[in-house]
């Protein structure tokens, strides 16, 4: 059902069987449906407030065509968001990763999230597309439920807020409270208010720039009716003894007759000796060496400050982190092409130019990714055989020997929902005791 701000009905359908639902820009709603063709993988649908097919992508995205093995992949997108953007992040419950697709539904990338998340309970995205987690620890040992957010690397470019406009000043009379009471709504009183409120302070702003302290505390302290606000009170407070001390001070009466002392001559500074750090540095950056030439010019600068090499020094550090971003970007183009172990060399290269300790731990996140997709086909394969005979044992109420099949299974391969079947088994066994 779709409800308008007022909370009138607009539209309703009936969707079928859905999974995750999120809101994108442009009012339209994306939803995941089951596969017609298989059961391991649903599709992403985009829908408008109609209930009407705008667009639908796999796993591997709009932009990838299907290869053969895709409908025995397992993919379970157990959590979806979006930022402002469009883009959509997708909890992939099966592989504890996060898939990310642009607005159109091309894959970009995919992000190992456990570690260091355990359960995962629910995912959000900011409108910058930063992801806030909800999880528990994973296992039988204590803990809390926690809240993690990660930074993108990559943010959305959200759309701005436009700034309240400031009532110009006026000599009209206000009107009496019934003519203000039938022409504005109280949302329009408590908006005029509000802007008059942020005239004053700006004016207040204005006069401490000029150096009119006393002026400005006044213009404080007639806002705060109109908006209440104890850092503004403090503020004015202290602008006022500021204030109260200067002018003690301007009436101090000039002192006379008071010998000048003589100053001493100015003597020339000696002449520094340049820190050996700075040739050392030099000849780093002539062999090639530039990171680090810049770390060596970071140490020497700290030790004796030197303008042109500071200068120098960050005009290195500039081009370095030039070069870093654009080799990044490359390989992000070679991950949404799916090509995972050249996006981890690129991602490799950029650290060896300018290391940035995020694409560090992204590099290694990938990398871990990659190793569990090389190592885990057999391994599921075999965990959920040893599950099948667990699942069998508990339809003959045989669940001692089905709590230890499935910890079996669970040993070779990790999956979230037996994890948490395994809690409930384990919870019913104790209640028939």
Known sequence: VVFS?????????????IGGIVALPGDRLLVTKPH????????????????????????????????????????????????????????????????MYDAEGKFMYALPVRP?????????????????FHDRPSGYGPGEPSI?????????????LPAPEVAPETTEKPPVASEAAEESTPLEVELARLKKALALREEAERLENE??????????????????????????????????LASMVDALPVPTGVPVKEEPPVQEPPKVVR????????????????????????????????EKMK??????????????????????????????DEALALYRESLGIYPVERIREYA????????????????????????????????????????????????IFHNAAVEEHIVKLEKFIQKRK
Do not use: C
């Not at 607009?10 to 069987?17: A, D, F, Q, T």
């Not at 503004?232 to 109260?244: F, G, H, N, S």
């Open 5 to 17: 701000p007022e909370g009138d009905v607009l539209s309703k359908w009936e969707p079928g069987e």
């Open 36 to 99: 017609p063709e298989n059961d391991r993988n649903p599709l992403f649908t985009v829908l408008d407030l109609e209930g009407k097919t705008l667009k639908e992508w796999p796993f591997f995205g709009s932009d990838l065509p299907s290869t053969p093995g895709d409908e025995k992949t397992y993919f379970r997108p157990k959590f979806i968001t979006a930022d402002a953007q469009g883009r959509v992040y997708a909890y992939d419950d099966s592989e504890d990763a996060v898939w």
């Open 116 to 132: 260091p998340l355990g359960i995962v309970g629910g995912m959000a995205a900011s409108p910058r597309g930063d992801l806030i």
């Open 148 to 160: 993690h957010l990660f930074e993108n690397a990559f943010p959305a470019s959200a759309p701005a």
């Open 211 to 244: 150096g009119d302290l006393a002026g400005a505390a006044v213009k404080y302290k007639e806002s705060l009716p109109l908006h209440q606000d104890p850092e503004v009170e403090t503020y004015a407070a202290d602008l006022e003894e500021r204030a109260t």
């Open 275 to 306: 820190s050996p750090l700075y040739n050392e540095a030099e000849a780093l950056e002539s062999s090639g060496k530039r990171y680090e030439a810049l770390q060596k010019y970071r140490e020497a600068l700290a030790s004796q400050h030197d």
């Open 311 to 340: 200068e120098h020094a960050d005009a290195l550090e500039k081009t370095l982190e030039g070069e870093a971003r654009k080799v990044v970007e490359r390989a992000v183009a070679v991950q949404k092409e799916g090509k995972l």
């Open 364 to 411: 290694e996140r990938l990398d871990a990714l990659i190793q569990s997709r090389a190592q885990g086909g057999d391994a599921r394969s075999r965990a959920e055989t040893i599950w099948r005979q667990a699942a069998e044992l508990q339809k003959a109420e045989k669940y001692e020997e089905a709590l230890v099949k499935y910890r079996e299974g669970l040993a």
